[in-house]
């Protein structure tokens, strides 16, 4: 079974500063996605950034990339920049390839990092 | 796209009565997603519709639990005689499956208080 392991409870940052959240993952499979997810206080969980395995450029959105390191099941996110509206939980997600056994396409989540920006 | 829709927000009950949750998916999406997040965790995924079909319900928790997506468009969670452990935010997700890799949205979420 696949399992993702977010191993920063909490984490802090300086406004205009840059953060490094952390996610590992564990599979035996070879076609997954790797995903993370914005979810502020008491709204709605948001797509930040999404990365395919079989690519090896690293994906970036904006003030948002990841650092895809596919051999070490590592997958961590980079904030630039920090903004206070960054604040949030953020979850490291995994999905089995759509083509992988007629993948079911849930998601497996970690238990989250709490991002804290200080002015 | 006015987005995945959830309701109620809140609901409060008390233990050993019946609830039921809606989900109204992004009208174009064939998936449809339950998780239920309890505090300090990750959503857990429960069960999924393609279209009116519900492909996975092993994962639901218990016998209590069903999920029903009739016309291929919105769904209903129901929890039948509910436990002080099903407080949590029951979350609902929709996607395209397209074989490519879209992402799922997601609603705000329902978030079940037992008494």
């Known amino acids: 079974a696949q399992t993702v392991t977010q191993s920063q409870p909490e984490m802090s940052v300086q406004e205009a500063e840059t953060v490094t959240l952390s996610c590992t993952y564990d599979t035996s499979e070879s076609d997954y996605y790797l995903f993370w997810y914005k979810q502020p206080p008491s709204r709605q969980m948001i797509l930040v950034i999404r990365?395919?395995?079989?690519?090896?450029q690293n994906a970036t959105e904006n003030r948002f990339s990841v650092n895809f390191q596919k051999a070490a099941k590592s997958f961590s996110l980079k904030i630039s920049d920090s903004q206070l509206g960054d604040a949030a939980m953020y979850f490291c997600a995994y999905r089995s390839g759509m083509n992988y056994g007629g993948s079911q396409g849930n998601l497996i989540f970690g238990k989250g990092t709490k991002l804290s920006v200080k002015p | 796209d006015t987005g995945v829709s959830q309701n109620p927000r809140h609901k409060i009950t008390k233990r050993g009565q019946n609830v039921t949750f809606r989900c109204d998916p992004i009208?174009?999406?064939?998936?449809l997603y339950w998780y239920r997040q309890t505090l300090g965790q990750g959503p857990e995924f429960l069960t999924y519709?393609?279209?009116?079909?519900?492909?996975?319900k092993s994962r639901l928790l218990s016998d209590r639990f069903s999920a029903e997506r009739p016309k291929g468009s919105f769904s209903t969670l129901e929890i039948q005689r509910t436990e002080q452990g099903d407080s949590a935010m029951y979350l609902c997700?929709?996607?395209?499956?397209?074989?490519?890799?879209?992402?799922?949205?997601f609603g705000d979420g329902t978030r079940l208080s037992i008494l």
């Open positions: 990365q395919e395995a079989y690519k090896q």
């Open positions: 009208s174009e999406h064939n998936r």
């Open positions: 997700a929709s996607s395209q499956n397209d074989g490519s890799n879209q992402p799922q949205h």
């Open positions: 519709f393609q279209n009116e079909a519900q492909l996975e």
